[in-house]
Nanobody, 120 residues
Framework: QLQLVESGGGLVQPGGSLRLSCAAS????????IGWFRQAPGKQRELVAS???????NYADSVKGRFTISRDNARNTVYLQMNSLKPEDTAVYYC??????????????WGQGTQVTVSS
């Protein structure tokens, strides 16, 4: 079965850290761009960090300097290290894997999400 599974969410105090993992099964992430998205209650899903198959990264302004996305192709896993967490980081976090070829084929997968709650 082709799927992405997120883990690592939980409850953390403001200023704390969490590391989210996104593990793929049934396919290899090597050729996929990976995005970490989040969705807070009543808000639209937003992209917070992405990494290309070549390792280039991008971040939303709201998380720059605090979050780090990385990939370990040997483990078929992508990580999101989140430091200096704020209450406004509270959301369900999802990973997405996307691959497009020059001949028009596309594969896109979503994980089920993991809850991150930042509260004292």
């Amino acid at each position: 079965q082709l799927q992405l599974v997120e883990s690592g969410g939980g409850l953390v105090q403001p200023g704390g850290s969490l590391r989210l993992s996104c593990a793929a099964s049934g396919f290899t992430l090597d050729y996929y761009a990976i995005g970490w998205f989040r969705q807070a209650p009543g808000k639209q899903r937003e992209l917070v960090a992405s990494i290309t198959s070549g390792g280039s990264t991008n971040y939303a302004d709201s998380v720059k300097g605090r979050f780090t996305i990385s990939r370990d192709n040997a483990r078929n896993t992508v990580y999101l290290q989140m430091n200096s967490l704020k209450p406004e980081d509270t959301a369900v976090y999802y990973c997405n894997a996307d691959r497009q070829t020059t001949w028009g084929a596309r594969w896109n997968y979503w994980g089920q999400g993991t809850q991150v709650t930042v509260s004292s």
